[in-house]
Nanobody, 120 residues
Framework: QVQLVESGGGLVQAGGSLRLSCAAS????????MGWYRQAPGKQRELVAT???????NYADSVKGRFVISRDNAKIAVYLQMNSLKPEDTADYYC??????????????WGQGTQVTVSS
């Protein structure tokens, strides 16, 4: 059974930093990408950052230059360093792992979410 365990959320003042961690276990197939998404109250879930197995990184425009995604293949973990946080970064942050499967489609797994609150 695949499990994604997130940590590192919390309350921080604007301009501060937080580091989110996500550790995966029970992964059967090869990981194609890992990433972070977020969902603010009343809004749809949106992509924050992803990193592929080839170390290609993709960021939402709103976080470019402030957030850095990284991964540790040995630990099957993905991290999100968030700097210069803004109140609009307040949301629940979700870890995502995409893997191959026995067929043509990809498998997607989600963490339970960790709350990030940025006060002004």
């Amino acid at each position: 059974q695949v499990q994604l365990v997130e940590s590192g959320g919390g309350l921080v003042q604007a301009g501060g930093s937080l580091r989110l961690s996500c550790a995966a276990s029970g992964i059967t197939f090869s990981i194609t990408s890992m990433g972070w998404y977020r969902q603010a109250p009343g809004k749809q879930r949106e992509l924050v950052a992803t990193i592929t197995s080839a170390d290609s990184r993709n960021y939402a425009d709103s976080v470019k230059g402030r957030f850095v995604i990284s991964r540790d293949n040995a630990k099957i973990a993905v991290y999100l360093q968030m700097n210069s946080l803004k109140p609009e970064d307040t949301a629940d942050y979700y870890c995502n792992v995409e893997t191959a499967s026995r067929s043509w489609y990809k498998l997607n797994y989600w963490g339970q979410g960790t709350q990030v609150t940025v006060s002004s």
